[in-house]
């Protein structure tokens, strides 16, 4: 059965500081990973997709890296910021495609304090 | 216009009301999704419509009824539900009609209460 763990579950951080989150899968055949930041009662909104060639992709303050060999993933987050406060869910698709193929992590909630 | 618009944002209804919820988009995605979301949780998919035509149905209650009346609007029909049913749902829509290799537009979702 396809999975996607994602560590910490929660994360409180101060204004300022780095933080990574974790995301490890076991999705077969792979295709791509996704990374989405999620604001309360907002959808989420996509931060990077990486296919397996792919080792690092960054998006301002973002940075994901991908090793597909231990399929393992983490988002980077430089210098945080209050807005930074969200969940953020990562999602494996797998190469068969379809909407079905797509398996979410529960998500990191990450708090940024002033 | 890159955005996927959900109306309501929020709706609270009995369990023998009939409402609908409703999703645009203008981004000629041919593939949109209905999602449902409780809290802590990660989405949930739902539906599946490709070029208008329902492509996944993940063994959805009845109560839930989804429509696509063009490539650009997708509703969702809602009759006799149950508190359980409480829940964010969202919209999404791709580019292809397999969400494996695109990347889905998600909608900023209904907050939907059952009493």
């Known amino acids: 059965k396809n999975q996607v763990e994602q560590s910490p579950q929660s994360l409180i951080i101060l204004e300022g500081k780095n933080c990574t989150l974790q995301?490890?899968?076991?999705?077969?055949?792979?295709?791509?990973l996704r990374w989405y930041k999620q604001d309360t009662g907002r959808g989420p909104v996509s931060l990077t997709i990486?296919?397996?060639?792919?080792n690092t992709k960054s998006n301002g303050r973002y940075t994901a890296t991908l090793d597909a060999d231990t399929k393992q993933s983490s988002l980077h987050i430089t210098a945080s910021q209050l807005s930074d406060s969200a969940s953020y869910i990562c999602?494996?698709?797998?190469?068969?495609?379809?909407?079905?193929?797509?398996?979410f992590g529960k998500g990191t909630h990450l708090i940024i304090q002033p | 216009d890159t955005e996927v618009t959900q109306t309501p944002k929020h709706l609270v209804m009995g369990m023998t009301n009939k409402k609908s919820l409703k999703c645009e988009q203008h981004?000629?995605?041919?593939?949109m999704y209905w999602y449902k979301q409780k809290a802590k949780k990660p989405p949930e998919l739902m539906f599946v419509?490709?070029?208008?035509?329902?492509?996944i149905n993940e063994s959805v209650p009845s109560r839930f009824s989804p429509e696509c009346p063009n490539s650009s609007l997708l509703n969702l029909h809602l009759h006799a539900l149950q508190p359980e049913d409480s829940a964010l749902y969202l919209c999404?829509?791709?580019?292809?009609?397999?969400?494996?290799?695109?990347?889905?537009?998600f909608g900023a979702g209904s907050r939907l209460t059952v009493l």
């Open positions: 999602v494996v698709s797998d190469s068969g495609g379809g909407a079905d193929g797509l398996t």
């Open positions: 981004m000629g995605h041919r593939a």
């Open positions: 995301c490890n899968y076991t999705v077969s055949p792979f295709s791509n």
């Open positions: 990486m296919t397996f060639s792919e």
């Open positions: 419509y490709s070029y208008e035509k329902l492509s």
């Open positions: 999404a829509s791709s580019q292809v009609s397999t969400a494996g290799a695109n990347v889905l537009t």
